[in-house]
């Protein structure tokens, strides 16, 4: 029968065995201590090793309920940073230290100092019916030196337990990340206010070692110092005499300089038991310890408001508000450089007489500035649209002049682009503020329809007047004289520039023609063939014009008749443009977020810039549909 196979692979095993080199085996205990410090879910703690071992991370593993933690550090003692690694010495001065007793504690003192690492901070408190603090932590080994020249004062009582309170209190103080307390007494406590339970709990919650020394005496008691050192986790050490202190003291210092810093981030859920395992390399045995992590702070906070002012400025409207300041402070100052200054007297009899007219800083200002716009206007002469622009700003009696609505233009349209792309986000809004110069635009032409509407409704009762006073025996250019004597504006103004043109030599038909143009208005023009009929053959001119008159006054009625019947073309061309921007508006208002792609996206801002172009296009197509010639 033959036999299984890790059987006949067992001798070889064996074998192979015997001849590998045994397994090192550890020397010395490895103690793990909790330190305080550093809050969840950071974790520190101390590890102690032998004397006289090197360690780094990779030696080191940390499981937390089995699970590896992540970004392990271990630092030595002696390479921590200044702050991080701190001692409280407290020495017993009751007088039953009195003679070599004190004496020999202080020499222990100075034995444990020359220990420590060079970075590690040193405080001493001595105590007797108080805690008296000898020096505050320090790092400089003179200072300590000098604080220990000499024993520090007797007196009754051995307040031990008051005494570790105030190094539990400096070291929270210092907030240090390792600290420890080292108390001497060569007796048991002797009406401390606080009860050794209490410090020792403060210890632990502290993370703070307290190691008790007891030097024997007559009489003595250290099971009051066992049992601190044994819940605050730290040791006991005896002396059987003052002589035997420095070296207790020496073995304790050069413990404390070789521990490690081990510093890791855990893993573990808020409030919950958490099992610690440390694992070192070369040593045998695991040191571990148990804590519960803390629960999270479920304490509800008031919400963050930010005040009525910050979310003024912060808001959309706060933005408008700054540019619409801006624009009116540069309106102002535009305003002022560019308004044209009233003539004094002084100015207007220079231009007849030869008088010095002193210039003041704001005039020689203005001056300035209308130079500059004055040679803008010149360049823009020799375009056709700048000339037809003149004539309508005149026909239209905007009361300013072209070349200042031009700069003013220029200035609104800056701004609005400006405030488009602070409130919406993005440059390509920037071409609806071409808005602004099509708004003026507009709003000339107008008003220039409107005086050439008021032209062509006061032209039927002008012709009248005029062959009225053709039958009484007027001239043409004479009864254009009672014309213009009695007719309103515009009609007046423009009669009296074809009076004028003919007193200066221009036929009076292309006098009559230039008005004709200006108005835009046909039945002049047979007003004007009139004239020049009359000039050259003669004629009944007065019968003659009142057939013109009657002509145009049934041209007004098929006017009216042709705006009444695309009436519904014009509401339909509001309603069709307005429509949808009502309907975007009112859902935004309604349902802000099905609305918000449409101008947070990219592509949604894209389309609202189409729609509008849409919409504005279609607008004009209807306009150019319903708008009939008659």
């Not at 003679?99 to 970075?119: D, K, L, M, T």
């Not at 007559?218 to 202190?245: I, V």
Request: one cysteine or more.
């Amino acid at each position: 029968m033959r036999r299984p196979v890790w059987k006949r692979l067992l001798p070889a095993v064996v074998a192979l065995a015997g001849l590998l080199p045994p397994a090192a085996s550890a020397q010395g205990e490895v103690r793990l201590a909790e330190t305080g410090g550093t809050s969840f879910p950071d974790r520190t703690y101390v590890l102690t090793l032998p004397e006289d071992t090197s360690l780094d991370e990779r030696r080191v593993t940390v499981l937390e309920n089995g699970e590896v933690v992540d970004g392990l550090s271990v630092v030595p003692v002696d390479e921590a940073a200044e702050g991080e690694v701190a001692v409280v010495l407290v020495i017993d001065a009751s007088n039953s230290m009195r003679g070599a007793a004190i004496a020999g504690a202080v020499e222990a003192a100075r034995a444990f100092a020359e220990q420590r690492s060079p970075n590690q901070l040193v405080g001493i408190i001595a105590f007797n019916r108080k805690p008296t603090l000898v020096l505050p932590f320090t790092a400089d080994q003179e200072e300590i030196e000098a604080a220990l020249t000499r024993p520090p004062a007797l007196a009754v009582k051995t307040h031990v337990y008051d005494a570790v309170d105030a190094a539990l209190t400096m070291l929270r103080e210092a907030d240090v990340a390792a600290g420890s307390v080292v108390v001497l007494s060569d007796g048991s406590d002797t009406g401390s206010a606080i009860a050794p339970a209490d410090v020792a709990a403060r210890a632990r919650a502290d993370g703070v070692r307290v190691f008790s020394v007891g030097l024997r005496s007559r009489g003595h008691d250290f099971a009051a110092l066992e049992k601190l050192a044994s819940d605050a986790g730290g040791t006991y050490s005896e002396a059987a005499s003052s002589d035997d202190l420095a070296g207790v003291f020496d073995e304790l210092g050069a413990r404390l300089a070789s521990e490690y810093l081990v510093r890791y981030h855990s893993p573990s859920k808020p409030k919950s038991e958490v099992h610690v395992s440390v694992r070192v390399d070369g040593f045998d045995g695991i040191a571990s310890t148990v804590y519960t992590s803390p629960a999270l702070d479920t304490t509800p906070r008031p919400p963050y408001r930010r005040s009525l002012a910050e979310q003024f400025w912060r808001s959309p409207a706060g933005m408008v508000v700054v540019v619409v300041v801006c624009a009116l402070i540069t309106g102002l100052v535009l305003t002022a450089v560019l308004r044209p200054r009233r003539r004094t007297l002084r100015r207007r009899m220079a231009e007849f007489v030869s008088l010095p007219t002193p210039r003041r800083d704001d005039e020689e200002s203005a001056r300035r500035a209308e130079l500059v716009l004055s040679q803008a206007e010149r360049s823009f002469e020799r375009t056709r649209w700048w000339s037809r622009f003149e004539q309508d700003v005149e026909l239209g009696e905007v009361g300013i002049s072209p070349i200042h609505i031009l700069a003013w233009t220029a200035v609104g349209t800056a701004a609005a682009a400006f405030v488009l792309v602070a409130l919406v986000g993005t440059p390509l809004v920037v071409p609806v503020a071409l808005a602004v110069p099509l708004f003026v635009r507009s709003y000339v032409k107008r008003r220039v329809e409107r005086q050439r509407r008021l032209f062509a409704d006061q032209l039927p009762d002008n012709l009248q007047v005029l062959a009225s006073a053709l039958r009484a025996g007027h001239s043409l250019v004479g009864a254009l004289s009672v014309v213009v004597d009695d007719c309103p504006e515009p009609s007046r103004g423009e009669f009296r520039r074809v009076i004028a043109d003919e007193q200066l030599g221009v036929s009076l038909e292309e006098a009559l023609g230039v008005v004709a143009e200006r108005m835009a208005n046909r039945d002049l023009d047979q007003v004007a063939l009139v004239a020049a009929l009359q000039q050259e053959t003669g004629g009944n001119t007065a019968e003659v014009l009142d057939r013109v008159s009657e002509t145009i006054r049934e041209r007004f009625e098929l006017r009216r008749l042709v705006k009444t019947l695309t009436t519904q073309g014009r509401m339909s061309r509001w309603v069709v443009s307005f429509l949808p921007v009502g309907l975007l508006v009112l859902i935004t208002a309604i349902n802000p977020t099905y609305m918000a792609p449409l101008y947070t996206h990219p592509l949604g801002r894209v389309l609202l810039l189409a729609a509008g172009l849409m919409i504005v296009a279609g607008s004009l197509v209807i306009r150019r549909i319903i708008d009939i010639k008659v």
